[in-house]
């Protein structure tokens, strides 16, 4: 089975850095265009169905998210986590103890439950398995729907199902608990009903996405035992839950490189950006331009200690770039890195078996399992 991503290179390779696959459809992949075309007010998000339906709320909805992306800036930055981590590392600490070890995991699995539980506790304040397993569900009958002209048709009854069980879950949370995030969204005056939208689309959106990451990060450090010590040296020397771990921090920052879990991204323009004309929509791949070995030497070679050079503007982009980018990409960061210092400190991650190649919308490392012994065996 070919890799998607394997075509698109193919199709970068052959092109400028700006091509033209069809009519109208321009793959960008040089760093500056791409830096530019993000940024850009008049490239405005064009999202695979399913994803589009996560921030596509009704009439004015792009204006009501974006203000709702204002007031969010509050909860998703370092200072609102900071005070959660001990909780979070402690829900983690209770999880991975339950592994079997020795034992094998699978990584896509226990890498989404550490990340659930801690994307709710930061939200929220605490987890909840009952909204975990409705989100789960919600992104699985998305992940199910196929599409017809662009529409979801197949599968798109049992994702209503699954989208209105989501949403009156987390409808029952905003109102048995108001307080935190829904709190400060009802004061800056939106109304419950855009308060739990909010609460739902922060919820899918750390969910499977971080979760990959996780996984492709327990993925490379198997793959790199040298790595993996450095990482659990690091780690037990600073255990404090918060502490500057900035090996750990670059193993997660290189992973994302190697593998972005939003590796393709559609933006449409509503007037001409440079170098491209009104109308036109620019596809953009983080995972092409992470690969580019102008901006990235050895481009396939995992290198934690990149982290000390600075990427120019457009070739390092696993949050995207411009407005709509990812908004909880600082405290996305600080939480993986957590979650990955508490797995190292109490366990050994080995090759099981690889992935296969990921054919989703989401490059995940599908079919990951890991061998796993505790540190002091
Ligand atoms: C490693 C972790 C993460 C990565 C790599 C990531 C990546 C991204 C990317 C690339 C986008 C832009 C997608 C597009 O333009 O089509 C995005 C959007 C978004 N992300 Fe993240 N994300 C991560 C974690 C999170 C978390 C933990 C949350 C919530 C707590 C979150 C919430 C969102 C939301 C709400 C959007 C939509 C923004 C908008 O449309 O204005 N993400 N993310």
């Not at 969010?72 to 979070?88: C, D, G, S, Y």
């Not at 198997?222 to 990482?231: K, N, S, V």
């Not at 393709?264 to 995972?287: C, E, I």
């Not at 050994?348 to 992935?355: A, F, G, I, N, W």
Request: charged share 20%; net charge positive; aromatic share 4%.
């Amino acid at each position: 089975m070919r890799d998607p991503r394997e075509e698109l290179l193919a199709a970068a390779r052959a092109g400028d850095g700006v091509t033209e696959l069809r009519p109208g459809l321009w793959l960008v992949t040089d760093p500056p265009s791409t830096a530019r075309l993000l940024a850009s007010p008049d490239a405005v998000t064009g999202r695979s169905a399913p994803r589009r339906d996560l921030t596509s709320w009704g009439p004015d909805g792009t204006a009501t998210w974006m203000a709702v992306r204002r007031a969010l800036r509050p909860v998703l930055t370092a200072p609102h986590l900071e005070p959660l981590l001990p909780a979070i590392a402690e829900q983690a600490r209770r999880t991975t103890a339950a592994w079997p070890v020795p034992g094998v995991v699978d990584g896509v699995r226990a890498a989404v439950r550490l990340v659930s539980d801690a994307t709710l506790a930061h939200l929220l304040g605490a987890p909840s398995a009952t909204l975990s397993a409705l989100v789960d569900e919600e992104l699985s009958a998305a992940g199910r729907t196929r599409a017809v002209l662009g529409r979801p048709v197949l599968g798109r009854r049992s994702l209503d199902r699954a989208r209105r069980a989501t949403y009156d879950a987390v409808r029952h949370r905003v109102r048995a608990d108001p307080e935190g995030l829904p709190a400060l969204l009802a004061a800056h005056g939106f109304e419950e009903h855009h308060i739990t939208l909010t609460v739902r689309t922060l919820l899918l959106s750390g969910h499977h996405v971080p979760a990959s990451a996780l996984a492709w990060t327990f993925h490379r450090l198997a793959l790199h035992p040298d790595a993996q010590d450095q990482a659990r040296a690091e780690a037990l020397a600073h255990p404090e839950p918060g502490a500057d771990l900035p090996f750990c921090r670059g193993v997660v920052r290189e992973t994302l490189r190697l593998h972005p879990p939003v590796w393709q991204l559609r933006r449409q323009l509503h007037a001409p950006v440079a170098p491209l004309p009104a109308g036109a929509t620019a596809v953009f791949s983080p995972y092409l331009n992470h690969r580019d070995a102008a901006a990235h030497p050895d481009p396939d070679a995992f290198r934690p200690e990149r982290r000390h050079l600075r990427p120019a503007p457009g070739s390092y982009l696993p949050f995207a770039l411009g407005p709509r980018s990812c908004p909880a990409s600082r405290t996305a960061l600080v939480q993986l890195t957590v979650l990955l210092a508490e797995v190292l400190k109490t366990h050994r991650l080995s090759r099981h078996r690889d992935p296969g190649p990921s054919r989703g919308v989401l490059y995940a490392p599908d079919g990951l399992a890991l061998r796993v012994v505790p540190v002091n065996a």
